[in-house]
Nanobody, 123 residues
Framework: QVQLVESGGGLVQAGGSLRLSCAVS????????MGWFRQAPGKEREFVAA????????DYGDSAKGRFTISRDNTENTVHLQMNSLKPEDTAVYYC????????????????WGQGTQVTVSS
């Protein structure tokens, strides 16, 4: 079956950067639209960014625009989220997800999910 494993989370000061990675195995990675979501305690899961199977099309949530960049490497079966200018309100568990075949802003459209990686931004 398809497995997604996130990495790269951690503790960072406000204004700093982190690069999250998601390694996908067990499926045909190049078919999947990929997305990043996040969930803070007591809040709903929030769309962060998504990328099409080819990498040509991307979409960002309002909180991510201008600060985060999503990318993918279909030769390495990985997707990345570069996060710059981090703010305390970015603190959340970040999840990687795969949609077959098209990417979306809606969690319900994704078929596979990782376990998440914690990002904590201190003020």
């Amino acid at each position: 079956q398809v497995q997604l494993v996130e990495s790269g989370g951690g503790l960072v000061q406000a204004g700093g950067s982190l690069r999250l990675s998601c390694a996908v195995s067990g499926g045909t990675f190049s078919r999947y639209g990929m997305g990043w979501f996040r969930q803070a305690p007591g809040k709903e899961r929030e769309f962060v960014a998504a990328i099409s199977w080819s990498g040509r099309d991307t979409d960002y949530g309002d909180s991510a625009k201008g600060r985060f960049t999503i990318s993918r490497d279909n030769t390495e079966n990985t997707v990345h989220l570069q996060m710059n200018s981090l703010k305390p309100e970015d603190t959340a568990v970040y999840y990687c997800a795969a949609a077959d075949p098209s990417f979306s802003r809606r969690p319900v459209d994704y078929d596979y999910w990782g376990q998440g990686t914690q990002v904590t931004v201190s003020s």
